[in-house]
């Protein structure tokens, strides 16, 4: 950190500013210091992993499902690897214990299919199984077929995170929590990072801000073309013995319409079996339940015409979504789809999570992770803002080449592209 030349001298000012200690944030924090860069984290929050990080269903996804060519298949499967190797190397708690996806209705085979060659366009190990093979994995499982992927695994992102800040600081960077990003305003040679203590002044600034990534590029003069909306994921604990039906992963065929994977059964690294998550809308940007409602957000929302696209499209799910949050029976029987033992009394509470997906005006949803940066770019030496607008899962699978894309865009070791939406 230096003082500004030309500001208050107790203006602090560094090479780069990442806002979000997530885990992208973290991540991408961690590969500018070891550029060499001064940097210093904002994180809104008085603890890292707050939000997506440390609500999600800890799956190291292996790349299977994403568009062969696009971010999210690139990164996944760079991030499988590593996120694996850096738990090793930290000693941090995961399994790779691979995963099945079941078909259980005649037409889901024809998806399954498609599933497969996806996986394997991207490098993904995968095999289709019969029923009695599938059964070999996971005993308790109903299906017409199945996909093994034996390279997904499990592990805890909030201490992968929380390790991605203990080696951040102890290579001499700044971790700020508890400092909110208001405004960014861009000079001819800095940036000021305007927070509710005070301003910083950054050459470069990195927004991983999750949730709040459109609100602070509105905010900053950047249009970004799309609104995040917030859909939280309700899961459920499987009690025991039911949790005994469950030995790794057990996934559904996805809707190829829907960003989202559908409920699955988890075993996760401390044993604990949990099921969902479900996909609602959110009454807040941080609604991790139906009582938390911050009604100028919600207003926001439900203004928004790409919302109101949306639900014209997929209102029946939407619909069928709630019925599934209020009552357990109904999520039981998503579950039993599957594992046709597991009854209503098996489950109990368990937490939630709120995705940040960016959807545009016209209702589509953003597929792909999405960086802006300043002049509508996807970066460049020159840029002095990059906005993380879109890193839904796998983002934490993927966080660690992630980090890197990012400091080459910076850097201009990368050269800069249109974006895929165009500032407004
Ligand atoms: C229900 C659910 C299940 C998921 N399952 C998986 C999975 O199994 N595997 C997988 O790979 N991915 C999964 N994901 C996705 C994954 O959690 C996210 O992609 C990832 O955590 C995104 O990390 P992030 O750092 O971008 O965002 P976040 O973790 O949300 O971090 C953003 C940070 O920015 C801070 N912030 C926001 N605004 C400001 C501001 N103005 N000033 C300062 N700080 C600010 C926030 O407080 C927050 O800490 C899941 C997500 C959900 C919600």
Redesign the pocket.
């Known amino acids: 950190m230096t003082a500004a030349a030309g500001a208050s001298p107790a203006t602090p000012r560094y090479d780069a500013v990442v806002?979000?200690?997530?885990?992208?944030?973290l991540a991408t924090a961690r590969e500018l210091r070891g550029a060499g860069r001064s940097v210093a984290v904002?994180?809104?929050?008085d603890q890292v992993?707050?939000?997506?990080?440390g609500?999600?269903?800890?799956?190291i996804?292996s790349g299977l499902y994403y568009r062969p060519g696009s971010h999210k298949a690139r990164l996944a499967v760079a991030g499988r690897d590593e996120t694996v190797a850096f738990c090793r190397a930290h000693d941090l708690p995961h399994r790779v214990g691979g995963k099945l996806v079941v078909a259980t209705e005649p037409e889901e085979l024809p998806r399954l299919a498609e599933l497969a060659r996806r996986g394997l366009a991207n490098g993904v190990e995968c095999y289709e199984l019969t029923d009695r093979e599938a059964r070999r994995h996971e005993p308790a499982v109903r299906a017409l077929a199945a996909l093994r992927v034996p390279g997904t695994g499990v592990c805890d992102?909030r201490l992968i995170t929380e390790k991605l800040a203990e080696l951040f600081v102890a290579a001499g960077g700044e971790l700020l929590l508890g400092?909110?990003?208001r405004q960014l305003v861009r000079r001819r040679a800095d940036v000021v990072v305007r927070t509710d203590a005070g301003d910083v002044l950054a050459g470069q600034v990195v927004a991983?801000?999750?949730?709040?990534s459109d609100e602070?590029a509105r905010r900053s003069g950047h249009g970004p073309g799309v609104r995040i909306l917030p859909f939280r994921?309700e899961y459920a604990g499987l009690r025991e013995p039911a949790a005994g039906l469950v030995r790794e992963l057990i996934y559904p065929v996805p809707d190829p319409d829907l960003p989202f994977l559908g409920v699955h059964a988890t075993r996760g690294v401390d044993g604990h079996v949990h099921v969902g998550?479900n996909a609602v809308l959110a009454l807040a940007r941080e609604g991790y339940d139906w009582r938390t409602v911050r009604p100028r957000e919600l207003a926001g929302t439900l203004a928004y015409p790409g919302l109101r696209r949306l639900a014209r499209r997929y209102w029946r799910y939407g619909l069928d979504e709630v019925r599934g949050s209020l009552s357990r029976e109904v999520m039981a029987a998503r579950v039993r789809r599957m594992l046709p033992d597991v009854r209503a009394e098996d489950l109990e509470p368990g937490g939630a999570?709120?995705?940040?997906q960016a959807v545009r005006r016209d209702g589509t949803l953003v597929d792909d992770f999405l960086f802006v940066a300043d002049g509508g770019t996807d970066g460049g030496a020159d840029a002095r803002i990059l906005h993380?607008l879109n890193?839904?899962?796998?983002?934490?699978?993927?966080?660690l080449p992630i980090a890197r894309e990012i400091v080459a865009r910076l850097t201009g070791d990368r050269p800069a592209a249109p974006s895929e939406v165009a500032p407004r």
């Open positions: 806002i979000g200690a997530g885990i992208v944030g904002l994180e809104a929050e992993a707050a939000h997506q990080t609500h999600n269903s800890n799956v996804h992102f400092r909110r990003v991983c801000a999750g949730l709040r602070l994921g998550p999570g709120v995705r940040a993380v890193a839904p899962s796998p983002a934490a699978t993927s966080a």
